[in-house]
């Protein structure tokens, strides 16, 4: 009977830590290795090394640093509640030390269990890069070089529609911004960097519908509404936007979104010959930006460090430079979308005629 009754209570202590595995309901949960290091059980050495960095620490700076133990069924041996206890308490005094320097500057960067390392990026010259939205290998020179005055004269209908188009547009631009361009820069590149990512979301749908290739089109058509992003970036730093100015860029980029998003539905190249005229004005608004600072009317201040990146300009460059660069870059966007209606006019796809990347 003795025996029956020890071998009973060895049975239940068995069955109590199967039981415990089996039907806990923590899938993963926090405990303490040897080293008293919290570890999480089903995760690999460096993922469990990352959880037990935020995922306890977390927890623990909110007053929750038992929520994982507590929401367990698992009945722990005393030697292993101990341990655990241990391993919460220095994630508590860890979590505190991290309090005190979370608002520190030079803070490495967001730590995840998923185990994505931040990255650092440096100069040539071995300094830290700063900018996050854009890195080193895709800053470029702008070609200076290029053609301002080539115009596409409008023969069809739908090039005389988009032209007309285009330039009542420009009126009531010229009356609201008049000779501020700063602000209508600004103001012009919150709607330029509408259409490239319009005619890229289209273009990916399109080639994923029909399982062929794109010819490039998608990755040039984001690549400009990234540039013009770009431009905004940087003339943002030059003109502070008024409260009115920022509301009436809401309304401006609600309605040409949808309507340039229906346009390109409806006709490509209509849509793509819109975009060549528009670029064709940015030239002309830029020219005239030129004269201005050229006239000693707009200050030509130094040029915004983001500039400076970005098209690789010297260290003293100034907002004329800058003006000079985004200006180029419009003709070659005035270019690529000419070029693209003249594909569609000609009866094919755009995936039939390679894309020209990487032209600035």
Request: hydrophobic fraction near 40%; charged fraction near 25%.
């Amino acid at each position: 009977m003795m025996m029956m009754a020890v071998t009973r209570n060895g049975a239940g202590r068995q069955l109590a830590v199967v039981g415990a595995s089996l039907f806990s309901s923590a899938a993963a949960r926090p405990v303490a290795n040897e080293s008293g290091v919290a570890v999480a059980k089903g995760l690999s050495p460096n993922v469990a090394a990352a959880w037990t960095k935020t995922g306890t620490i977390y927890w623990a700076q909110r007053g929750y640093s038992t929520g994982a133990r507590s929401q367990s069924t698992v009945a722990l041996g005393d030697g292993e509640h101990e341990r655990e206890k241990r391993a919460e308490s220095d994630a508590v005094s860890g979590s505190s030390a991290a309090g005190v320097n979370s608002d520190s500057k030079d803070e490495k960067g967001v730590v995840s269990y998923w185990g994505v390392p931040p990255s650092r990026v440096t100069k040539e010259d071995g300094s830290e890069w700063k900018w996050t939205c854009f890195r080193p290998w895709e800053t470029y020179k702008s070609d200076l070089s290029i053609d301002l005055k080539k115009h596409h004269a409008p023969t069809t209908f739908l090039d005389k529609l988009a032209y007309w188009t285009v330039k009542s547009l420009r009126w009531p631009t010229d009356i609201f911004f008049q000779r501020r361009y700063g602000c209508r820069a600004m103001m012009l590149e919150t709607v330029a960097a509408v259409p490239g990512m319009v005619g890229g979301a289209l273009l990916h749908c399109k080639s994923l519908r029909r399982f062929e290739h794109s010819g490039g089109w998608i990755k040039v058509l984001l690549e400009e509404a990234e540039n013009e992003r770009m431009h905004l970036m940087t003339f943002m730093e030059v003109a502070k936007p008024k409260w009115y100015e920022r509301a009436l860029v809401f309304t401006v980029q609600g309605i040409f979104f949808n309507a340039y998003f229906l346009g390109y539905l409806i006709s490509p190249k209509f849509a793509h010959r819109v975009v060549g005229y528009l670029e064709e004005e940015a030239i002309h608004s830029y020219t005239e930006f030129l004269k201005e600072l050229d006239k000693g009317n707009i200050a030509n201040v130094p040029a915004p460090a983001i500039a400076i990146d970005y098209w690789q300009l010297p260290a003293n460059a100034t907002l004329r430079d800058v003006v000079l660069v985004v200006r180029a870059d419009e003709a070659h966007h005035r270019d690529v979308n000419h070029f693209a209606s003249d594909i569609h006019y000609q009866g094919r796809e755009l995936k039939d005629a390679p894309a020209p990347l990487g032209y600035h």
